[in-house]
C-alpha cells in the first residue's frame, strides 16, 4: 500500500526527521553534518562519536553498550572493539588492501595480492592457503585450494564462463544468447538445462534434459503471473501497486489470498479452507502478535535493541528470553519456570548450554569455527578432525 512519507531540514539541508503513518524517526548532527544520533518511534535511540574525518569512533546501541573503531592516519579501519571489550584488528599495505585480520582469540588471517591489487592468496588462522591466478582480462584462471587441488575456468570472447573443471577434474559447461543471458549448462554428469527468454530478456522456459519443461510469464511490471509445468505445477499470482503478492492459485484451482498494511507488512493470509493467519506489528515493525488457524494468539515482546525478550501465547503462558551485551541469548525460561542458559567463546561460538535440569554440553572449535570437541551432559567427549578444506 502506498503512504506519505514527510520530512523536516535543518538550515543547511541536513534531514532531521522523517514521518511515516504518523511515526517519526529524528536525526542529530554535529557541526560537519555527521548524524551523531538517531531516535526512533518507539523513543529508542543509538547515538555516535566521530572524528575530524568522520570516521566512526564509538556507537553506543540503544541500551546503552559501545563499540569502538580505530583508524589508521589514512582513515582505514584497523581495530574493532565490542561491547565485551573482544578486539579485532586489520593491517593494510600501501594500495590499502586488507594484508590481515586477527580475531578476538588471537587467530590471524592473511591475504596477498597482485599488482591489480587482486587476492593472490588467502591462509586461514590454520595456516591452509588458497591461492589464485588471473588471465589477462583480470579474469580467475585457476584456483589452487590448499590441498593443492585445482579449478580451473575457461572464458569466452565477451568474458562469460564458459567452462570449469573442478579438483576431480569434473567439467561444467556454459552456453548464452546474444544478449549475455545463460543459454544452457551441461553438468559434469552429462545432464542439462536449457534457458529461453522473452524480448525483454525475462526467462520464460527451462527445459532439463530429464524431461522437465517449466515455463513462466510476467505482467508489465516483471513479476511472475504464471509458473506451470509439464507435469503437475501450475500456480498464477495477482500483486498490488507496491509489488505485493494478493493472491497465488495453486494447480488445483486453490485460492490463497494476502493482505498487507500501510507499510506493506503482510497482516493476513486466507487459506482456501476459508482458515487464516493474522499479524500485527509495533511502532518498529516489529511482529507484536499472531494469529494462528485454530484463533490462537500470541504476543511477542522486545528490548530496546529489537531482541525477542517474551512470548505470551494465548493460555497467558509466558517464554521470556535475555541477552548478553552482544545480543546473543543467554537465558530461556518457558511458562513452567524450566531455564535453559548459553555461553559463547569470544568469537561467538556456542560454548556451553545448559539445560533446566542443570545438564550442561559443551563445545570446542579451531581457528575456523569448525567443531572440534563435543561433550555431552553425561562427560563423554567427541572429537573431530578437519583436512584443510574444512571437511570431517
Do not use: C, W
Not at 572493539?81 to 578486539?87: E, I, Q, R, W
Not at 549448462?185 to 522456459?205: H, M, S
Not at 500483486?239 to 494476502?258: C, F, I, M, P, Q
Not at 561433550?375 to 567427541?382: L, R
Request: hydrophobic letters at 25%; zero cysteines.
Amino acid at each position: 500500500a502506498d503512504q506519505t512519507v514527510s520530512y523536516t531540514y535543518d538550515e543547511v539541508g541536513n534531514k532531521l526527521t522523517e514521518t511515516k503513518g504518523g511515526q517519526t524517526t529524528s536525526y542529530t548532527y554535529d557541526k560537519s553534518g555527521n548524524v551523531t544520533a538517531i531516535t526512533y518511534p518507539d523513543g529508542t535511540s543509538v547515538s555516535y562519536t566521530l572524528d575530524a574525518m568522520g570516521n566512526i569512533l564509538s556507537m553506543l546501541d540503544a541500551l546503552g553498550r559501545e563499540t569502538t573503531y580505530e583508524y589508521s592516519p589514512a582513515g582505514r579501519l584497523i581495530a574493532t572493539t565490542n561491547a565485551l571489550g573482544h578486539k579485532t584488528s586489520m593491517i593494510y599495505d600501501a594500495n590499502g588492501n586488507q594484508n590481515s585480520l586477527t580475531d578476538a582469540a588471537g587467530y590471524t588471517a592473511t591475504t596477498t595480492y597482485t599488482g591489480q591489487n587482486q587476492i593472490a592468496s588467502i591462509t586461514d588462522g590454520l595456516d591452509n592457503t588458497t591461492t589464485t591466478s588471473y588471465n589477462q582480462m583480470e579474469q580467475p584462471k585457476e584456483i589452487v585450494d590448499a590441498l593443492g587441488g585445482k579449478t580451473t575456468y575457461v572464458y569466452n570472447e565477451l568474458g562469460y564462463p564458459i567452462e570449469q573443471t573442478d579438483a576431480n577434474g569434473h567439467v561444467t559447461k556454459m552456453s548464452y544468447t546474444e544478449t549475455a543471458q545463460l543459454k544452457e549448462v551441461t553438468l559434469p554428469d552429462g545432464t542439462t538445462l536449457t534457458q529461453e527468454y522473452d524480448a525483454l530478456d525475462r526467462l520464460i522456459k527451462q527445459t532439463s534434459s530429464s524431461g522437465l519443461i517449466t515455463e513462466y510469464t510476467y505482467d508489465a511490471a516483471n513479476r511472475v503471473l504464471t509458473k506451470k509445468d509439464n507435469q503437475e505445477l501450475n500456480e498464477s499470482y495477482t500483486y498490488d501497486k507496491a509489488g505485493n503478492r494478493l493472491t497465488l492459485t495453486n494447480s488445483l484451482g486453490e485460492v490463497t489470498t494476502y493482505s498487507y498494511d500501510s507499510d506493506n507488512q503482510l497482516t493476513k493470509v486466507t487459506y482456501a479452507d476459508g482458515t487464516s493467519e493474522s499479524f500485527t506489528y509495533d511502532v518498529m515493525g516489529y511482529v507484536a502478535s499472531s494469529t494462528d488457524q485454530e484463533g490462537k494468539t500470541k504476543t511477542y515482546h522486545y528490548d530496546e535493541n529489537g531482541n525477542l525478550t517474551k512470548i505470551v501465547d494465548h493460555l497467558k503462558r509466558e517464554t521470556t528470553y535475555t541477552y548478553d551485551a552482544l545480543n546473543r541469548v543467554v537465558t530461556e525460561t518457558d511458562a513452567e519456570g524450566n531455564r535453559s542458559t548459553y555461553e559463547y567463546d569470544v568469537l561467538g561460538n556456542l560454548s556451553k548450554m545448559t539445560d533446566a535440569n542443570g545438564h550442561s554440553s559443551s563445545y570446542g572449535y579451531d581457528a575456523n569455527k569448525n567443531l572440534v570437541l563435543y561433550t555431552d551432559p553425561n562427560g563423554q567427549a567427541t572429537a573431530f578432525t578437519y583436512d584443510p578444506l574444512g571437511r570431517v
